[in-house]
């Protein structure tokens, strides 16, 4: 039942991923679809794991999936919007800083009502008990990728003091 869920996670996402178009190969095109590339394979091993940590039958993933993945849009969306606005660096009077800390005030709070508000949506999808598992899940799966990225960091420095 796992196999079976986990490949209808992979085929759900490799729908959305070969439904995109390809571009020239040019530059940092190029580069942009590898990167590309990159992210759809963790997606889909973040799709598997979730699914199987959480053991959701068909029927739940069915529901919850969609749910999911609007959530990470968001989410997304709302890092995005982060990034445009910037850190700084700079000396700040304390008028500057209480804007600032403000702002960040500000997207903590929208990060938190989006959570609260797709938590009630999952609640549809799955059960209380699978929802906060999820948090621990997600937590489990971002560790093992940064750790994962900085091994093979650590194995390219081993291999560019050997040459």
């Known amino acids: 039942m796992k196999n079976y869920i986990s490949i209808l996670a992979f085929l759900i996402l490799a729908t959305g991923v070969t439904a995109q178009e390809h571009q020239g190969r040019k530059g940092g095109e190029k580069r942009k679809q590898k990167s590309e590339g990159r992210d759809s394979r963790m997606e889909t091993k973040k799709i598997g794991y979730i699914t199987e940590e959480l053991e959701l039958s068909a029927e739940e993933a069915q529901k919850f999936w969609p749910i999911y993945n609007e959530f990470q849009d968001e989410m997304r969306s709302l890092r995005a919007e982060a990034r445009e606005k910037g850190r700084s660096d700079k000396d700040f009077t304390d008028a500057d800083a209480e804007i600032?800390?403000?702002?960040?005030?500000?997207?903590?709070?929208?990060?938190?009502?989006?959570?609260?508000?797709?938590?009630?949506?999952?609640?549809?999808?799955?059960?209380?008990?699978?929802?906060?598992?999820?948090?621990?899940?997600?937590?489990?799966?971002?560790?093992?990728?940064?750790?994962?990225?900085?091994?093979?960091?650590?194995?390219?420095?081993?291999?560019?003091?050997?040459?």
């Open 100 to 163: 600032f800390l403000n702002t960040i005030f500000e997207k903590e709070q929208k990060k938190l009502d989006l959570k609260k508000m797709y938590f009630k949506k999952m609640e549809t999808a799955i059960s209380k008990a699978k929802i906060a598992k999820l948090f621990t899940i997600e937590n489990i799966f971002r560790d093992k990728v940064y750790k994962s990225i900085k091994r093979r960091m650590k194995e390219r420095e081993k291999g560019k003091t050997k040459k």
